[in-house]
């Protein structure tokens, strides 16, 4: 696919000359630290090539990413009864946002915004210590990307539980309304510590494959999820996956794809490839301002979109 080598290596080289490139996010103080001149970007195909761009080899957190990973799980866990605790519903209000869960009863709007994930965190913990489920999570991800150099970055972890009242109380208030099986305290730290997995755009777009590829690893060809659900999967990543700015991606990229406040986002053209884009400037809805633009530029270049005929 080389038109698809070409346009990566035009846009990377694009972005590099970018100078609006967002703002880091430093509520989370490690985060604050990465360099806002990185940029990469990788793309696995259906046959299984591996096409990068810029610094697409380099590692960064990945964050809510993760919560798509976490979902695949807890779906394979506990099936459709999830959709009892969380909703399917985009949420329209920033990601750490408090108010909805008064109005809903401690139900959360979706899984990727955090109080979402953190009822997710909470049904993996099930019969769990928080260890044995944060090395569950971790060990699932290097078996999709096949990579198991992949890891969760500590001082991360430990710069997000320092920091994370907001998410103190999103727990705690889920759990006055029963929404937690768990201590608030036990669910975070399992949150905590899969948002702080660092993987780099070539890791990630690896590890997203099965999603493109109607549930199935293509590597192997063994299925990871039914292709049912890897539908469902995309479908919340294409309604929800960029928080209240979720509408706007939808409509410029037409893809699915969830994004990390690290600045990566990883999106997928079923039936043609994953793909994962990293820089680390964030926009208005906490989103990479560059990520985004980059696959509005690469999706009307390939002429991707869920939407196209």
Avoid at 188 to 209: D, E, N, P, T
Avoid at 245 to 255: E, H, K, N, P, Y
Wanted: charge should be neutral.
């Amino acid at each position: 696919m080389p038109e698809l080598e070409q346009a990566l290596t035009e846009i990377a080289a694009e972005m590099a000359e970018r100078t609006d490139r967002g703002e880091v996010a430093t509520y989370v103080p490690q985060l604050g630290k990465v360099d806002p001149k990185k940029f990469g970007i990788a793309a696995v195909t259906k046959d299984g090539r591996v096409l990068m761009a810029g610094d697409a080899d380099e590692p960064f957190s990945i964050q809510s990413i993760s919560k798509v990973f976490t979902l695949t799980l807890a779906l394979g866990n506990v099936g459709d009864a999830l959709w009892q605790r969380v909703g399917r519903e985009p949420s329209g209000n920033p990601f750490n946002s408090i108010v909805q869960l008064e109005h809903e009863n401690g139900i959360p709007r979706n899984p990727f915004i955090n109080a979402g994930a953190i009822v997710i965190s909470d049904i993996l913990l099930a019969g769990h210590q928080p260890r044995e489920a944060i090395g569950e999570i971790l060990r699932f991800i290097q078996f999709l990307a096949d990579d198991e150099t992949i890891i969760i970055d500590r001082e991360v972890a430990a710069s997000e539980r320092a920091t994370g009242f907001r998410n103190l109380a999103l727990a705690n208030y889920m759990k006055s309304f029963g929404n937690l099986n768990h201590a608030p305290d036990l669910a975070l730290g399992v949150y905590f510590h899969h948002c702080a997995i660092a993987m780099s755009c070539r890791q990630l777009a690896l590890a997203g494959r099965f999603l493109a590829n109607g549930g199935k690893n293509p590597a192997t060809g063994h299925s990871v999820v039914s292709a049912e659900r890897a539908r469902r999967i995309g479908a919340m990543m294409l309604t929800c996956g960029h928080y209240d700015g979720s509408g706007d991606f939808a409509f410029r990229v037409g893809i699915p794809g969830k994004s990390g406040v690290g600045g990566g986002i990883l999106a997928i053209v079923p039936g043609v490839a994953s793909l994962a884009v990293w820089s680390p400037g964030l926009n208005a809805n906490g989103n990479s301002r560059l990520g985004s633009i980059a696959l509005e530029r690469l999706a009307k270049m390939m002429n991707w979109s869920v939407f196209a005929p």
